[in-house]
């Protein structure tokens, strides 16, 4: 294995007591900071009855109020804010697909520390100053371009700020510039090798050597359908709008989860309903404390996304606490028929049955009951006009679907490229109970 590469070493791989020193010692500040000049958080913590004096460290973390969508949403746009406007320097959104977009500002500190987040990811990744980094994440509002940008830079990298689309320039981008490393979303990523492919060349054909994808939940199915069919190395990362954006968490070699830059967050898992919090290694709602971001400064901010934690050793030399893979939004979770279906379950069937990760999730009511319909379409190998063998394709699928989720749902094959591709976060559900 090639020599594990860090941005940060010093802290990237410190003793669990120090990173619980400095965590203690930001968290303090970060509430005596959030109460003397947040006041919608400071009326939350009078709320409760908790005062700066009673935190000294993370095990009081439990007694401070949660942040939710709905209070960033009643204090839109500048209620959260823990500096003045002239203070803030930037200012970037989500794309507002669940309500009232999120606006997050950054300080220049702000700015700074998530570059260095974003820069250890691409360490992770084995970026160095020789790379050739190739950011096709969207540029603008969404922080997924700038992010990475301002990561690759830290690095050293060549940086071609390309933003996401016009999939037959990336490809000739990669070629001439001789990219190395390709950061957007997996699903995106998934359609430029499709595209390769179309154009007749393979994986030898491009110097790739590693991906950093996030922005959306993907399966471990398509990790390895996208790996092979780049030839790289596909690396996960994580992040949100209202915690900076993509680095919170990043995968190292080892690709057993992702480690949650403590320096700047602590994590908690909590049961979503009962509010309560998990012992490590629990499945639950992932919470995370923002403990020196300035401008915007998140405290206990319930993300709604669903995964587990673990402390376990990892073989990179990060000493990070790691989550898993987040299986998808709480708010993506289909409930049908009283059965709990994450999309990203869809997918491992699907990719597990040798399709592709184009797919789209259908789900309506007919007389009071749930129906689902899964339309996938046919690889170009597998494209068959032959009825009966079609409808053996679709029963194998509803068999392994049925195994999965315990839910009979109804699998349309359908013919290639008909069902539109995403340069950006891909809209899986389409779900007509709600309108
Ligand atoms: O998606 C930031 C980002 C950009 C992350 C580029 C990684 C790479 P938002 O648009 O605010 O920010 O969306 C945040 O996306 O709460 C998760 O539900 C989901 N998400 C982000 N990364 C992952 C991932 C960016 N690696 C929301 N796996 C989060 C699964 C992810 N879901």
């Keep these: 294995m090639a020599e594990e590469i860090y941005y940060q070493r010093e802290i990237e791989c410190a003793s669990r007591e120090e990173i619980k020193k400095i965590q203690d010692e930001r968290l303090v500040a970060q509430i005596r900071h959030v109460w003397e000049n947040v006041p919608y958080y400071r009326k939350k913590m009078e709320k409760k009855g908790v005062r700066p004096e009673d935190i000294h460290g993370q095990e009081d973390l439990h007694k401070l109020p949660f942040l939710s969508k709905k209070d960033l949403r009643d204090a839109y746009p500048y209620g959260l804010m823990g500096k003045p406007l002239s203070e803030c320097v930037r200012i970037h959104s989500t794309s507002g697909t669940t309500g009232k977009r999120v606006v997050a500002f ?14 250890r990811a691409i360490c992770a990744a084995g970026g160095t100053k020789d790379d050739v980094c190739q950011v ?5 509002l ?22 996401s689309g016009n999939t037959e320039r990336q490809i000739m981008f990669i070629q001439d510039l001789s990219a190395t490393i390709l950061c957007c979303t997996p699903s ?18 491009i110097p790739l050597k590693a991906g950093i994808f996030g922005a959306e939940a993907w399966s471990e199915e398509m990790r390895h359908d996208i ?8 690396y996960d990362i994580y992040g949100l709008t209202e915690l900076s954006g993509p680095g919170v968490a990043f995968e190292c070699s080892a690709q057993q989860g992702m480690h949650i830059n403590e320096d700047h967050f602590i994590a908690e898992i909590i049961d979503p309903d009962t509010e309560e919090v998990l012992p490590e290694g ?3 709602e992932l919470v995370f404390t923002a403990i020196d971001k300035e401008a915007f400064p998140m405290i206990r901010y319930r993300t709604r996304d669903i995964c587990s934690l673990t402390r376990e050793k990892c073989s990179c030399g990060r000493t990070h606490i790691r989550m898993q893979k987040p299986k998808g939004r709480s708010d993506d979770m289909l409930i049908i028929r009283g059965v709990n279906v994450f999309p990203s379950q869809i997918e491992t069937v699907l990719l597990n049955h040798g399709y592709s990760a184009n797919y789209q999730i259908v789900v309506g009511r007919v007389k ?9 379409e046919m690889t170009p190998e597998m494209f068959t006009d032959n009825v009966g063998d079609i409808e053996t394709k679709q029963r194998e699928l509803v068999d392994g679907l049925k195994s999965m989720l315990g839910l009979k ?27």
């Design 106 to 119: 950054y300080t220049q500190h702000d700015l700074d520390l998530w570059e260095d987040c974003c820069a």
């Design 368 to 376: 009071n009951t749930d129906t689902l319909e899964v339309k996938v």
């Design 282 to 284: 629990s499945e639950g």
């Design 227 to 234: 790996e092979t069919t780049l030839g790289i190395k596909a």
């Design 188 to 205: 995106y990523a998934a359609y430029l090798a499709e595209t390769m492919k179309e154009m007749d060349l393979s994986p030898e054909d």
């Design 409 to 435: 749902a109804k699998v349309s094959l359908v013919a290639p490229k008909s069902i539109a591709r995403s340069e950006g976060k891909a809209v899986r559900v389409v779900d007509t109970r709600k309108i």
């Design 136 to 140: 096709a994440y969207g540029f603008g």
């Design 142 to 163: 969404f922080t997924g371009g700038a992010g990475l940008n301002g990561g690759s830079h830290k690095v050293g990298c060549l940086t071609v700020p390309i933003s």
